[in-house]
């Protein structure tokens, strides 16, 4: 497994603004994904980070509302833009280790915003 | 589209008891199926894991069957602890992207 750290793990933002979410992982990883956890729901996934290209959006998910940057292949950046309260979510970055044909995911622990 | 189906709760045991949370899927491929729990206050964490059919993921004493024929991953404990206590997702993939089910809140009473 990885071990994947975001910053900040929590934030409470004034609507109208944005917030950025780093996510930094001890080894480099091909695959890394953007995930939204609204309150009590499930998780869905935003964006596919890709290094070195734009990012590959989910239905619903938007770049202009949500810019990913994927310098290489420990990092990546989620920006939460021009916020409403309907973005007060936990977010959280996962990626894919391991061999080949496994799929398997590890999550960071989350970044708790609340917009108001 | 794939998707996730899971048992909905909350579900409230006591300790010792058995645990059965049921999880079917849809799929077009052949998709791996995985379990989350989210303990409260922290992070998602990886349970169990099953790649193909009448494979048997197992940890914590959990453990959970890929059915292919009935499309189901049914998460079993045999005798809980109040330490089980959290929130589990079934989730699959096909190929890289991962489709959760709903959650299903256990609480475990001593």
């Known amino acids: 497994s990885a071990v994947i750290s975001q910053k900040p793990s929590r934030d409470i933002c004034q609507r109208g603004t944005s917030l950025t979410i780093q996510c930094q992982v001890d080894?480099?990883?091909?695959?890394m994904f953007w995930y939204r956890q609204q309150p009590g729901q499930s998780l869905t996934l935003i964006a596919t980070?890709?290094?070195?290209?734009?990012?590959?959006?989910e239905s619903g998910f938007v770049i202009d509302k949500f810019p990913i940057s994927r310098p290489n292949l420990t990092f990546s950046t989620l920006t939460v833009s021009n916020m409403s309260p309907e973005d007060s979510s936990i977010y959280l970055c996962?990626?894919?280790?391991?061999?080949?044909?496994?799929?398997?995911?590890?999550f960071g622990p989350g970044t708790r915003l609340t917009v108001t | 589209g794939n998707s996730v189906t899971q048992m909905e709760g909350p579900v409230t045991l006591s300790e010792e008891a058995f645990l059965t949370i049921n999880c079917t899927y849809t799929?077009?491929?052949?998709?791996?199926l995985f379990w989350y729990v989210q303990y409260p206050g922290e992070g998602l964490q990886l349970l169990l894991k099953?790649?193909?059919?009448?494979d048997k993921g197992s940890n914590k004493g959990f453990e959970a069957t890929y059915r292919k024929e009935t499309t189901s991953f049914h998460l079993e404990k045999g005798s809980v602890q109040v330490s089980d206590s959290a929130v589990y997702f079934c989730?699959?993939?096909?190929?890289?992207?991962?489709?959760f089910g709903a959650g299903t809140t256990v609480t475990v009473r001593a």
């Open positions: 799929a077009t491929g052949y998709p791996s």
């Open positions: 996962s990626v894919e280790t391991g061999q080949a044909m496994r799929y398997e995911q590890y």
């Open positions: 099953a790649t193909k059919a009448d």
């Open positions: 080894s480099q990883v091909t695959m």
């Open positions: 989730a699959l993939s096909d190929h890289y992207k991962l489709s």
């Open positions: 980070a890709n290094q070195g290209s734009e990012a590959t959006y």
